[in-house]
């Protein structure tokens, strides 16, 4: 089929709500029409979400950066006692906590790494301590990677592990650790760490509990347009059995100071490949509410023309983000709340602040829930 014949059926299919096939997410990839891109996304952005662009305003915290994973990908682990290594107090965690609450946060954003010391007791105390302190704050915390090296030190069952964090405060996940499914990749990139199937049924078990989370890709590196959309299709698989995804955060590979940087010369995804991304995978995921452009990694001025081409969620405030900046990010750490607000008007979208869950906190048309 030719080209102009395949883009076509694919409008076709958009427009009238049919699920696009492996194949017609591959022919999306090898299609550099932008604009055609852009048009059939926002198309459905604007079935699923109206006007609303959202965000919340959270709190990044990184417990440690000593990990024995390793990942090529990766500039911000540290071997044990190296320069630059360091492992937060379950003190140093609250502090940090309660110096973002009078910012007005509704969400800590914890995730860590796989330290080779600390015992799965530290990580449900940094729950519990930071959910005593500040009850009304959603915790969004511990990627699938993590529950399931929290699964290995501690020899208890996946289920296990969640319910106990759960207990502690518990409530989201965040989607990290997915990567690219591909066998092929993560024996490459990510081999030392939970394998794709793990991820897939670590987040199928937490939502069969009742803890919601996100899912992510990180792409731009060695992978194929083929394993994109492989890795796009089992997670909408997945959503459709569970519902359990909110929301779906495609991440450009950042190469600076990471192993990857020095066995391949690798640039940053550019403005049109994380715009196509974006826009591909509001098409391809159509059993997702929410596609987030996660700012800190596309910068704001790609993040607020993504609200064109699928995105509806700029994420939020963040403060303090250290994985990304690692890798050469060259976004601020935050961002005011205000200043989110006028990004996302100046691109004709209505303001929404949300809670974690997507609950609307306000929205800046003049009308507060």
Request: glycine share 8%.
């Amino acid at each position: 089929m030719r080209a102009q014949e395949l883009k076509e059926t694919i409008e076709e299919k958009v427009l009238t709500g049919e699920r696009l096939t492996r194949e017609d997410g591959i022919a999306l990839f090898d299609c550099d029409d932008l604009g055609f891109l852009g048009r059939l996304a926002n198309h459905v952005r604007e079935k699923k979400s109206g006007d609303y662009a959202y965000f919340n305003v959270n709190r990044h915290i990184n417990l440690t950066n000593v990990c024995t994973s390793k990942c090529k990908f990766c500039a911000f682990y540290r071997e044990a006692g190296a320069e630059g290594a360091y492992t937060m107090t379950v003190e140093d965690a609250l502090e940090a906590a309660l110096g973002s609450a009078p910012l007005g946060i509704t969400e800590l954003h914890i995730v860590s790494a796989l330290h080779p010391d600390l015992p799965f007791s530290y990580y449900v105390d940094v729950i519990r301590e930071l959910k005593k302190a500040l009850p009304d704050i959603h915790m969004q915390a511990f990627t699938a990677v993590e529950i399931a090296y929290f699964a290995k030190i501690s020899g208890k069952s996946i289920r296990e592990v969640l319910e106990e964090l759960k207990r502690a405060g518990l409530g989201s996940m965040p989607g990290g650790g997915a990567e690219v499914f591909s066998s092929r990749v993560r024996e490459a990139v990510c081999s030392n760490k939970a394998t794709a199937g793990q991820w897939l049924e670590i987040m199928r078990t937490a939502h069969k509990l009742g803890i919601k989370s996100n899912a992510t890709m990180l792409y731009g590196h060695i992978e194929t347009y083929e394993e994109r959309v492989d890795h796009l299709i089992r997670l909408r698989e997945l959503q459709d059995e569970t519902g359990g995804f909110q929301s779906f955060i495609p991440l450009a590979f950042h190469p600076d100071n990471t192993p990857l940087e020095q066995i391949r010369k690798f640039e940053r995804p550019t403005a049109h490949e994380n715009l196509k991304m974006i826009a591909i995978s509001r098409l391809m995921l159509d059993s997702f509410d929410h596609i987030k452009a996660f700012w800190i990694m596309l910068g704001l001025k790609t993040a607020q023309l993504s609200l064109d081409f699928g995105a509806d969620d700029l994420d939020g405030t963040v403060v303090q983000e250290k994985i990304t900046h690692a890798a050469g990010a060259d976004t601020d750490e935050a961002i005011e709340r205000d200043e989110l607000v006028e990004i996302i008007k100046d691109a004709g979208r209505i303001p929404v602040e949300r809670d974690t869950l997507y609950r609307v906190v306000r929205i800046y048309d003049g009308a507060v829930a």
